[in-house]
Every structure is written in structure tokens, then in C-alpha cells.
């Protein structure tokens, strides 16, 4: 998001904070609908009539599509219905797409994460870990270091500056180092586990 935000002028991300009162009216509406299942106190009349006087007036201001999932994006990417996937596809970014579903398996629980899981990649035992695990910590230390740096790259071109292709070079020069570590730190952790099993 900070990829597409960072590379269109002011109107798009005006754009992209006014979407908040799309999102807040659509939210206050479900709650709503739900609230009493719990127990919970409903929005009142007067917050939702003033949601829906914001809403109503930036439907005025950008038109019926900004009401639409990413309706704030429909401009830029032409298109009526945008979807996450199609903002990734726009930034050159949809590589990622396959490190963040690996990455939500065994945070959302589905059908994956019961043969799967990251934390015992290495040692392959089924088993139901009850605690920290040092096994499976390259790819996501990996893509967190290159995400963050995608992330401080766009931030840095919004300003203009003569350092910034340094700036950028020592950034990815790191990033490759901390590759190497990585590569070093899994291979020390396969051979602790080797001399373990052996030792038993």
C-alpha cells in the first residue's frame, strides 16, 4: 500500500483517508446487526446519521465507485472493482503474494496449517508446539528485512535527494549480509539437530 501511495500525488492518498468514513459506515453497520449477540450497546442514532452524512458527502465529492472495496484506488487503476491483489500487480510487488500466504498459514487457521507448520519446518516432527521454536526463522527474518526495506526505499523517494541511491545501496548491501547470517545460522541449527538425534 505505502508502494502505491508513495508513487501518485496528494490526491490519492486524500483519496485513500477519506475512504475511512466508507469503511467506518460499512463497520458500524455490521456491528449493528451483530451487536446484541454479545451483549454489546449499538451504535446510536445521532454517530450513525453522522457516519452516514460523510459517507454520503464523499460519494457526492468522487462518485458511486468509491464506495466499492478499494474504491479510493479505482481512479488510479481504471477499473471499477479493485482488489488488493490488483494494487500488488500495479507496484511490481505480486511476488510477495506467495511469502505472506506461507506466513498466515498457522496464523489463520486453515486447512494448510495442519500439515504445515513453519515452526517445525526443520525437524519435521508432528507434534503440537506449546512455545518458542528457533526452527523456520529464515524466510520470514528474510522477507521482513526486504519488506522493510522496499517500505524505507519509497519513503525515501519521496524526497528528493543526492544521497538517495546510496541510502539504497548500503540498505540492500545489508540485506545480502544478513542472507549470509541466515544461510550460516540454518546450517549450525541443522547440525546441532543431527548431533542431537545421534546422541540419543
Not at 519435521?124 to 526486504?146: D, K, R, W
Request: aromatic share 10%.
Amino acid at each position: 500500500m505505502l508502494a502505491f501511495l508513495s508513487r501518485h500525488d496528494d490526491t490519492l492518498s486524500s483519496r485513500f483517508l477519506d475512504f475511512q468514513a466508507i469503511a467506518r459506515l460499512k463497520a458500524a453497520t455490521e456491528y449493528n446487526e451483530h451487536h446484541a449477540t454479545l451483549g454489546f450497546e449499538s451504535f446510536d442514532q445521532a454517530t450513525f446519521a453522522e457516519f452516514h452524512k460523510e459517507y454520503d458527502a464523499l460519494l457526492a465529492k468522487y462518485g458511486q465507485q468509491f464506495s466499492r472495496e478499494n474504491g479510493w484506488a479505482s481512479d488510479v487503476l481504471k477499473q471499477k472493482k479493485v482488489t488488493f491483489k490488483d494494487i500488488e500487480k500495479f507496484v511490481n510487488l505480486s511476488h510477495l503474494r506467495p511469502h505472506y500466504g506461507l506466513a498466515s498459514k498457522n496464523v489463520h487457521s486453515g486447512v494448510d496449517s495442519i500439515g504445515f507448520k513453519l515452526a517445525l519446518s526443520m525437524s519435521g516432527q508432528e507434534t503440537l508446539l506449546a512455545g518458542p521454536s528457533n526452527e523456520g526463522l529464515i524466510e520470514p527474518i528474510q522477507c521482513t528485512s526486504y519488506s522493510l526495506i522496499l517500505a524505507t526505499c519509497e519513503l525515501i523517494d519521496t524526497a528528493p535527494h543526492d544521497e538517495r541511491s546510496v541510502m539504497r545501496g548500503v540498505l540492500w548491501r545489508w540485506h545480502e549480509m544478513l542472507k549470509t547470517e541466515l544461510i550460516e545460522a540454518e546450517a549450525a541449527l541443522r547440525q546441532l539437530g543431527a548431533i542431537s538425534m545421534t546422541s540419543r
